[in-house]
T-cell receptor
Framework: DQQVKQNSPSLSVQEGRISILNCDYT??????FLWYKKYPAEGPTFLIS?????DKNEDGRFTVFLNKSAKHLSLHIVPSQPGDSAVYFC??????????????FGQGTTLQVKP | DAGVIQSPRHEVTEMGQEVTLRCKPI?????LFWYRQTMMRGLELLIY????????DSGMPEDRFSAKMPNASFSTLKIQPSEPRDSAVYFC?????????????????FGQGTRLTVV
């Protein structure tokens, strides 16, 4: 049972344009969401996060939006740069008893930014 | 800090052999996670520890998989006997508890992974 889903395996955008990566979740107990970026032959690295008390969090070119009613979040990258080409993973956790720290990841979306 | 350290980086073994993957978490982190990356499931959580105690091993695929954390600075993931379908990249990650409102833990910091190939 995939609790965190990234339905688009890949995305290709032109340099300078906006990249939008999507993520859906099924567990209503999730209250903290993260995006990770992964380059080949490296481990995933943290990019940006959002807690359920917010609907938007921004960090430079990266913005994460959370729609709790739809159980959906998205990552916007603007403007996109060739160095952003990587696999992006969405992750979620629930802060309830027994679940602290447990991160559930999606399948990942491969972003290619063309020069 | 050197970050999360995993060894070996690459492992090629024959079917039926025992494989041991190793992880040294970031000093001071009290959570340790083992993940497996596959195309179908992405990053799949296998097991995680808190203060060296296994908390949730529901993601361990079969009894052939086992994990230990004898102390705060070392963990192993063992596969015995290994099978070709175990071929994947295995990641170790660590985090620490901050207990600040909704955000109870820091984000997880990942090692560079071990690419396992079982032939």
């Amino acid at each position: 049972d995939q609790q965190v889903k990234q339905n688009s395996p890949s995305l290709s955008v032109q340099e300078g344009r906006i990249s939008i990566l999507n993520c859906d979740y099924t567990n209503s107990m999730f209250d903290y969401f993260l995006w990770y970026k992964k380059y080949p032959a490296e481990g995933p690295t943290f990019l940006i996060s959002i807690s359920s008390i917010k609907d938007k969090n921004e960090d430079g070119r990266f913005t994460v939006f959370l729609n709790k009613s739809a159980k959906h979040l998205s990552l916007h990258i603007v403007p996109s740069q060739p160095g952003d080409s990587a696999v992006y993973f969405c992750a979620a956790s629930a802060s309830g008893s027994g679940n602290t720290g447990k991160l559930i990841f999606g399948q990942g979306t491969t972003l290619q930014v063309k020069p | 800090d050197a970050g999360v350290i995993q060894s070996p980086r690459h492992e090629v073994t024959e079917m039926g052999q025992e494989v041991t993957l190793r992880c040294k978490p970031i000093s001071g982190h009290d959570y340790l996670f083992w993940y497996r990356q596959t195309m179908m499931r992405g990053l799949e959580l296998l097991i995680y520890f808190n203060n060296n105690v296994p908390i949730d091993d529901s993601g361990m695929p079969e009894d052939r998989f086992s994990a230990k954390m004898p102390n705060a600075s070392f963990s192993t993931l063992k596969i015995q006997p290994s099978e070709p379908r175990d071929s994947a990249v295995y990641f170790c990650a660590s985090s620490y508890w901050v207990g600040r409102g909704v955000v109870m833990n820091t984000e997880a910091f990942f090692g560079q992974g071990t690419r396992l190939t079982v032939v």
